[in-house]
Antibody, heavy 120, light 107 residues
Framework: QVQLQESGPGLVKPSQTLSLTCTVSGGSISSGDYYWSWIRQPPGKGLEWIGY???????YYNPSLKSRVSISVDTSKNQFSLKLSSVTAADTAVYYC????????????WGQGTLVTVSS | EIVMTQSPATLSVSPGERATLSCRASQSVSSNLAWYQQKPGQAPRLLIYRASTRATGIPARFSGSGSGTEFTLTISSLQSEDFAVYYC?????????FGQGTKLEIK
């Protein structure tokens, strides 16, 4: 069973870069059957796509965040990562890493989520 | 960006009764619509995809219907574990978008 686990700082200062890593276990990130995604959820609010990456490195970013987002993959470590620059309090959220099917673009597996607070 | 609108925002239903949740898309998403369930402190869980196909392990009391812009999630006989927030998601266009959620609470 594939499991995903987010890791990274829980507190980031305004204007700095938020960096998170998702470690995939129980399966290979190089499987061509999946996309690897980041989704966030501000406290008490709904879900927002950030973007996703294919094992080859192809990326798709939400246009609303595109200028600040970078998602990368490290197949040797079975990990993928998120960087979000110039953060503000509005970026405070639970950040989930997730696995999407290539043929059916729905979230098959989720990480447990990690709360990132943007505050000085 | 396609806007997904869910109604109602909160639905109060007694255990054993039927619950009907609605989701409307601002433009057609064909049948590329999924439903997720989220309980407090947990990640969402996929219930339905392709508008009406139950995901692996999802009980038969959950059913989805609709196509185009109008979709419905029906829970036929509510169990205590079904009280949660439900989100619809379109995956017809990028960026994929979620509805704002319907909170299903015990009446």
């Amino acid at each position: 069973q594939v499991q995903l686990q987010e890791s990274g700082p829980g507190l980031v200062k305004p204007s700095q870069t938020l960096s998170l890593t998702c470690t995939v276990s129980g399966g290979s990130i190089s499987s061509g059957d999946y996309y690897w995604s980041w989704i966030r959820q501000p406290p008490g609010k709904g879900l927002e796509w950030i973007g996703y990456i294919y094992y080859s490195g192809s990326t798709y970013y939400n246009p609303s965040l595109k200028s600040r987002v970078s998602i990368s993959v490290d197949t040797s470590k079975n990990q993928f990562s998120l960087k979000l620059s110039s953060v503000t309090a509005a970026d405070t959220a639970v950040y989930y890493c997730a696995r999407l099917g290539v043929t059916m673009m729905v979230v098959i597996s989720w990480g447990q989520g990690t709360l990132v607070t943007v505050s000085s | 960006e396609i806007v997904m609108t869910q109604s109602p925002a909160t639905l109060s239903v007694s255990p054993g009764e039927r619950a009907t949740l609605s989701c409307r898309a601002s433009q057609s998403v064909s049948s590329n619509l999924a439903w997720y369930q989220q309980k407090p402190g947990q990640a969402p869980r996929l219930l339905i995809y392709r508008a009406s196909t139950r995901a692996t392990g999802i009980p038969a009391r959950f059913s989805g219907s609709g196509s185009g812009t109008e979709f419905t999630l029906t829970i036929s006989s509510l169990q205590s574990e079904d009280f949660a927030v439900y989100y619809c998601q379109q995956y017809n266009n990028w960026p994929q978008t979620f509805g704002q959620g319907t909170k299903l609470e015990i009446k």
